[in-house]
Structures are given as structure tokens and as C-alpha cells.
């Protein structure tokens, strides 16, 4: 650290750099989905799946006085565990034979999972959408179906072959967002949408291009 500024003499201060932060969604965006087609190339099956992540922005001890990007959509939201949280939830769609994400989207926390799947069903040409309880519903299903020309499917805890197919593709795509969502376990810093969303998609990013092997984790190295 102590020869970071003569060995970066053009670095960028921190207020350049949120500035310049601020202005990558965009691009950062059209770098996500091209490594995403790059991983479709090598399959043309259109089997997704969707879930959702809670990205809190305080701690729950500070829930009384949480106000952090309120006019940017914050919201309360119950977690999966039943927990509340102040924030936002990303909504993401992988494509499950390549588990490449298709796109993501930044909602607030407490917007539900029904409202997210049409806006991600968009991003398809159709195809089938693994879903968990959070997109149940008639209602979806028909537009799914009539406007998207996707067809929602459950798992199930039938024994049915049918059934138990569905099941295990299902935990196929629990462990492709598995990895996904590690890349969130800690909570992002950011003042701002544009920072949050920025710093997100570069995670997302980064998953993407993983699993259309442009770049891959890095080895722990170990000592004898």
C-alpha cells in the first residue's frame, strides 16, 4: 500500500471513481448478455429458471431509522426465511443447461416475485420456466403462457416420473443460483442506485463469464 501511488500514478480518486461507477450500467449491462449468448451458442435448449435474492441495505438494528435510497425504491421485505430487511431484491434468470444468467433485475424489497417473472419472461423467445412457490399463481400462468409463450412449471414432492424430473432439474438450477448468490453474501456499499446496481452486475458479470469459460476462479494456493 505504501507504494500504491507511485506505482498507479494515474489512478483514479474515490470520487472519480463513483462518478465513472455511476455511468458503467450500460455497458457493464451489453458485457453481461454477451457472455451470456457466448454460453448459449453451445446449447439451444430453452429451459430457464428464476429466483430472487434480498440485498439488504442496513443491518435489522438499524431498521427504525433506515432511510438509505427510500426515494430510489428502498423498501421492507420479507426475506425467504421470514425475516424482514430494508432494500432491495435482485431478481435473476438462468438459463439451465449453461447456467448463464440471461438477465437480472433490481426491484424493490418489497415487490413480489410475480411481478418480477414477467418482466424476466421478456428476455426469452419462450421456452419452459422452473420456478419455486414465490411465482405461483393462475394469473401468471396464463400470461406466462398467452404473452411470453413460456410454460411455468413446479417442483413437486411426487413420486411420479414426470414429477421427479422436474424435481431434479429444479436443484439443478437451486445450485447454479447457489453460486450465483455466494457473490452477494457480503452486503454492497453504495450510496447510490447507479452504484448499487453497477456493483451488482459486475458480480453478475463475473459469473457469466465463468461458465462460458472466458475466465475461471482463481486456485487457492497451498503451502507444504
Not at 2 to 7: D, L, S, T
Not at 41 to 47: I, M
Not at 110 to 120: E, K, S, T, V, Y
Not at 206 to 220: G, K, M, T, W
Amino acid at each position: 500500500m505504501a507504494n500504491a501511488e507511485k506505482a498507479f500514478p494515474s489512478r483514479a480518486g474515490y470520487k472519480q471513481w463513483i462518478r465513472r461507477l455511476q455511468r458503467l450500467p450500460d455497458q457493464i449491462g451489453r458485457l453481461v448478455r454477451a457472455a451470456a449468448l457466448r454460453g448459449l451458442a453451445r446449447e439451444g435448449r430453452k429451459l430457464y429458471a428464476a429466483d430472487s435474492l434480498p440485498i439488504p441495505l442496513c443491518e435489522p438494528a438499524r431498521h427504525g431509522r433506515a432511510c438509505l435510497l427510500d426515494e430510489d425504491g428502498a423498501k421492507f421485505g420479507v426475506d425467504a426465511s421470514g425475516d424482514w430487511f430494508y432494500g432491495f431484491k435482485i431478481h435473476a434468470l438462468i438459463h439451465q443447461p449453461t447456467q448463464v444468467v440471461i438477465t437480472a433485475m433490481l426491484l424493490p424489497g418489497n415487490r413480489r416475485d410475480q411481478i418480477a417473472a414477467r418482466g424476466l419472461a421478456r428476455s426469452t423467445s419462450g421456452g419452459v420456466l422452473l420456478a419455486d412457490e414465490g411465482y405461483r399463481g393462475e394469473e401468471l400462468f396464463d400470461w406466462l403462457y398467452d404473452q411470453a409463450q413460456t410454460l411455468r412449471v413446479m417442483p413437486s414432492d411426487d413420486s411420479g416420473e414426470g414429477h421427479t424430473a422436474i424435481s431434479r432439474a429444479r436443484q439443478q438450477a437451486e445450485s447454479s443460483f447457489s453460486g450465483l448468490w455466494r457473490r452477494f453474501s457480503n452486503r454492497v456499499y453504495a450510496r447510490s442506485w447507479h452504484g448499487l446496481w453497477t456493483s451488482l452486475l459486475l458480480k453478475v458479470l463475473h459469473f457469466n463469464l465463468d461458465r462460458a469459460d472466458i475466465v475461471s476462479q482463481p486456485v487457492e494456493s497451498t503451502r507444504d
